[in-house]
């Protein structure tokens, strides 16, 4: 990239108030930051009827960090039968062992699983879902084939927690 | 107004060269934690994911290749569809702009701009406690590129209209900009005007078409969709559901 290309990109971020734009061509990475504007205004009318909304950068997404546990006592799709766990599916679709035919299963049985590892994909409507598990364990079974339908809290897998 | 109703695309990342933005943003948002709304730009797919083993073609930097970050932990997971339902209105709406009264939806989500197709949206959630952790959205929009080797049925903005020139760069900020409106109005609990919208959008509504289910042909018009976006048909033995993967329409 040539320094006049970069003083341009420079001036264009600073006047469209983009806040980041990182950029990559083979080797060369730059990566630029506009500090002075803290998120421009857009106005379109429609959405002046809409109310404000909290910063999104305070949400952050659910960390990873209950013990199992706890998992297993809160209202989760998750049942205790003996000293195994079945995990439950969320919702109603297709399940999926793998993320694609030619790739392997996400989990087999005597797996060792972390709680937040993703288990299965369930794909509802042409939206696929990836299922994290809510407990860590071992995979003891497999209670559902590949790309069969399940049902809301149908049973996918037996797990024998740590 | 809050400066925050424009959180897609305040951070922006472009690669000249990836096997699949879907792939590129989940590696990158797995190794560290990504605000939401930050956009991936590609100039060029290697491998362009469509749903499962279908691929998404497009020629180097004729056309839009993105996704999107978002966090939509405020939806509940049977209300997971709506999702699908606000970005097919954004880029419905993207197209609407350069060409009024052409673009629908396709049921689930693929746009079609004078019967061919000229976008694909793959969402890929993450789930935990029954909630969408993360999701990761992937539009393909066809602009520039003038010929489909491998597809009778896409089309792109400048093969529907060859009179005017197309600026990549002026349909990228007109698509953000809907996806933020669509987006705002999501997480403003819109989610039953949003719905009627779409069935309102979708492609063959109300006419009469042939659909295949399990290898059977049959006549039925489309009325709409159920809660959780199920395709409603009216045909000869009263109204039937479908599911994704269930039903195809000749087209």
């Known amino acids: 990239m040539e320094i006049k290309e970069i003083r341009e990109l420079i001036k264009f971020v600073s006047q469209s ?56 006592s809160a209202p989760t799709p998750v049942s205790s039968e003996g000293n195994l766990i079945t995990i439950k ?43 994290e598990s809510e407990i860590g364990g071992k995979i003891v079974k497999v209670l559902v084939e590949n790309a069969q339908p399940v049902e809301y809290d149908q049973p996918l897998f037996l797990v024998e927690p740590n | 107004m809050s400066i925050n109703t424009h959180i897609i695309g305040q951070k922006y990342i472009y690669i000249d060269k990836v096997q699949s933005t879907n792939i590129e943003l989940a590696m990158l948002s797995n190794h560290s934690e990504r605000p939401e709304g930050l956009v991936l730009r590609a100039g060029f797919q290697t491998g362009g994911k469509g749903q499962f083993e279908n691929l998404w073609e497009s020629n180097n930097n004729e056309n839009l290749l993105l996704s999107i970050l978002l966090k939509p932990d405020f939806l509940e997971i049977d209300q997971v569809f709506s999702l699908n339902i606000a970005i097919s209105l954004a880029v419905k709406d993207t197209i609407l702009f350069f060409f009024p009264n052409q673009a629908y939806i396709k049921w689930s989500n693929d746009i079609i701009l004078n019967d061919k197709k000229v976008s694909g949206i793959l969402i890929e959630n993450n789930i935990l406690e029954k ?45 953000i900009s809907c996806l933020n409106f669509r987006y705002n109005e999501l997480r403003s609990g819109w989610l039953v005007k949003q719905k009627n919208e779409y069935i309102q959008s979708l492609y063959k509504r109300n006419l009469d078409s042939i659909f295949i289910s399990d290898q059977n042909e049959f006549h039925g018009k489309i009325i709409g969709i159920d809660s ?8 000869e033995h009263g109204r039937q559901t479908y599911q994704n993967g269930q039903i195809k329409m000749r087209y």
């Open chain 1, 89 to 131: 599916s969320p919702m109603i679709g297709t399940f999926y062992r793998s993320s694609s035919p030619d790739k392997p299963s996400f989990v087999n049985v005597g797996d060792e699983i972390k709680t937040g590892k993703v288990i299965c994909i369930i794909e509802a409507m042409k939206l696929f879902n990836e299922i």
């Open chain 2, 131 to 175: 909630k969408i952790s993360k999701s990761i959205i992937g539009i393909g929009l066809n602009v520039l590129q003038q010929e489909f080797k491998n597809s009778s049925q896409a089309t792109s903005l400048a093969i529907q209209d060859n009179l005017y020139t197309f600026d990549l760069e002026l349909v990228y900020d007109k698509l």
């Open chain 1, 17 to 72: 108030g983009v806040s980041e734009v990182e950029l990559e061509q083979g080797d060369f990475k730059l990566s630029i930051k506009n500090v002075n504007s803290n998120a421009p205004v857009y106005m379109q009318a429609p959405m002046q009827q809409m109310q404000a909304y909290q910063q999104p950068q305070v949400q952050q997404a659910p960390q990873i960090s209950a013990p199992a546990v706890e998992s297993v």
């Open chain 2, 228 to 235: 959780s976006g199920r395709l409603l048909i009216e045909t």
